[in-house]
């Protein structure tokens, strides 16, 4: 168990639809990181916040947002689904210290999104 | 533009016997890091092992080792005594300069009994 905790674990919507996914890092980390995984593209960055802050964007669509709140935990927000964002969306947490670049990331079990 | 290449999209071994798996990467950056992810099939990215670019030595955890090659741009995994539980994808992954993670395509490690 990496401490990291990822709900829904599975989700199941339909094309044109908006749902959010929760993280919640480990207890004192600083940064989340989304990531995507999908057959035809492997594993991406989406993008990682630092104590409530953006830090870096990946490949993210306009679509997609996310933010992190006073208590750490993250929502990644997906819009306008379409059936290519079905995926493994991975939380990952780091940054007990002060969010060096040296932190490992510890990933959270992910939430499979199936649009239908 | 940071890149990570596993050329073995699968590997097979036998129960006890040693396995290494092949990545390379490529980075303009002086300081970074290399990691190998493990995905078994509960899906689940569980960190199997870590090194500094800036130190010679290579790590090791138990089983696991890696050697890592830094003028080559070379680091490859091998996994000791394999056990039926090692079955699962492996992700060779390079962090530097930013801190996201960039991830090699996997590879598949089927541990024969």
């Known amino acids: 168990d990496s401490g990291v905790t990822q709900t829904p674990k599975h989700l199941i919507t339909a094309t044109g639809q908006r749902v959010t996914l929760r993280c919640s890092p480990r207890?004192?980390?600083?940064?989340v990181y989304w990531y995507q995984q999908s057959l035809d593209q492997g594993l991406q960055f989406l993008i990682q916040?630092?104590?409530?802050?953006?830090?870096a964007k990946g490949n993210i669509l306009e679509r997609f947002s996310a933010q992190q709140f006073p208590d750490l935990h993250s929502e990644l927000n997906l819009s306008s689904l379409e059936l290519g964002d079905s995926a493994l969306y991975f939380c990952?947490?780091?940054?007990?210290?002060?969010?060096?670049?040296?932190?490992?990331?510890?990933f959270g079990p992910g939430t499979r999104l199936t649009v239908l | 533009a940071q890149t990570v290449t596993q050329s073995q999209p699968e590997m097979s071994v036998q129960e006890a016997e040693t396995v290494t798996l092949s990545c390379t990467y490529d980075?303009?950056?002086?300081?970074?890091?290399l990691f190998w992810y493990k995905q078994p099939p509960s899906r689940q990215m569980i960190l199997v092992i870590r090194?500094?670019?800036?130190?010679?030595q290579n790590a090791t955890e138990n089983r696991f080792s890696v050697n890592f090659q830094k003028a080559a741009k070379s680091f490859s995994l091998k996994i000791s005594d394999s056990q039926l539980g090692d079955a699962a994808m492996y992700f060779c992954?390079?962090?530097?300069?930013?801190?996201?993670?960039?991830f090699g395509k996997g590879t598949k490690l089927t541990v024969n009994p």
């Open positions: 990952a947490s780091s940054g007990r210290t002060s969010g060096r670049t040296t932190d490992t990331q510890y």
């Open positions: 207890s004192g980390d600083l940064s």
């Open positions: 916040y630092y104590n409530g802050e953006e830090r």
């Open positions: 980075t303009s950056e002086s300081d970074y890091y």
């Open positions: 090194q500094e670019a800036y130190k010679q």
């Open positions: 992954a390079l962090q530097g300069g930013s801190e996201k993670l960039v």
